[in-house]
């Protein structure tokens, strides 16, 4: 479920697009730092604008060249920040972690076995994030439980399968100056209700195709795993009704350094992304793994 809050690069000046990869290369950085190379993998967008949210109260961290590993002779420029970015690097680790043993759990033996060995790299990683989170650790892993369990009963209602999800999401903000926690909270708690619903009409095909569950396949009238136009305008509105109260709350945080790019990922990433989703020319790198996501194709989803 990672890989759809991304912003429309095409839409950003210079100086915001350096912004963002430096963030990004941050955390990448941090992840390494912090859980091992291994670590490095889990890095995405989604993260990326977790740490950019967070951050956008103060000024912009320090930047400075850094070794990367995806480029053997020579730097990216990295964003500074040890206490935001480790925060948000055992966000990541958790979230990873307990997304591969939530699909050990509902998939088969023999399918679940990649899963199972990637799990198990990340164990001790997965560990030492919980001490670092130990509330989130805990949430996370309750709320998966609490959506399985919707899922094993083939719940119809997308509110509440979303809400589940949502409010794991909403959980990064936990740890947040206590002012500014009651907006965050509401940005990511929409943005995550953004993702579990554009997550779910991005696997429609796929689930209908294996039988798997699928909250819009129990809530409307879909067909060769395709939604009715009635069904795509309403779950279109539910989404823009997410992404609205998401602005909305990001409009009550303080302006910072990082507002341009934050109203950039809202305002036009998220849209653009759920256009490309229900066009059927959009993927979010299903593989989970950050590096995975191609940044080149990061630019404009819609010309996929």
């Not at 915001?16 to 889990?42: I, N, S, T």
């Not at 036009?268 to 989970?288: D, H, I, T, Y």
């Amino acid at each position: 479920m990672f890989g759809y809050v991304r912003p429309r690069r095409d839409l950003l000046g210079q100086a915001e697009q350096e912004d963002y990869q430096a963030a990004y290369c941050g955390l990448c950085r941090a992840l390494g730092k912090h859980y091992g190379f291994a670590a490095r993998f889990l890095v995405n967008y989604d993260m990326t604008f977790l740490y950019l949210l967070r951050a956008s109260a103060g000024a912009s961290a320090q930047t400075a060249p850094c070794w990367c590993p995806a480029r053997v002779c020579g730097k990216k420029n990295c964003v500074l920040d040890p206490q935001g970015l480790s925060s948000v690097a055992a966000y990541t680790v958790i979230l990873c972690v307990e997304k591969l043993r939530d699909n050990i759990r509902d998939e088969s033996f023999f399918r679940a076995l990649p899963h199972r060995l990637i799990a198990w790299i990340y164990r001790r990683a997965y560990r030492k994030a919980a001490r670092v989170q130990p509330g989130f650790a805990a949430l996370t892993a309750s709320q998966l439980q609490a959506l399985h369990e919707l899922e094993a009963a083939q719940s119809p209602s997308i509110d509440a399968t979303a809400d589940a999800f949502a409010r794991i999401v909403a959980g990064c903000a936990g740890d947040s100056a206590p002012a500014l926690r009651r907006p965050m909270e509401q940005v990511l708690y929409q943005t995550g209700r953004f993702l579990y619903l554009t997550d779910a009409l991005d696997d429609l095909r796929e689930d209908c195709a294996r039988g798997a569950y699928n909250p819009l396949r129990f809530r409307f009238s879909v067909r060769e795993g395709e939604m009715t136009p009635d069904d795509l305008a309403y779950l279109s509105q539910l989404t823009d009704s997410s992404v609205n109260l998401a602005g909305a709350a990001l409009s009550l945080l303080p302006a910072g350094a990082h507002t341009t790019v934050l109203e950039n990922i809202v305002f036009m990433g998220l849209p653009s992304v759920f256009s490309a989703v229900k066009a059927g020319r959009f993927q979010a790198g299903k593989r989970m793994w950050g590096r995975g996501q191609q940044q080149k194709n990061d630019e404009n989803p819609k010309a996929r």
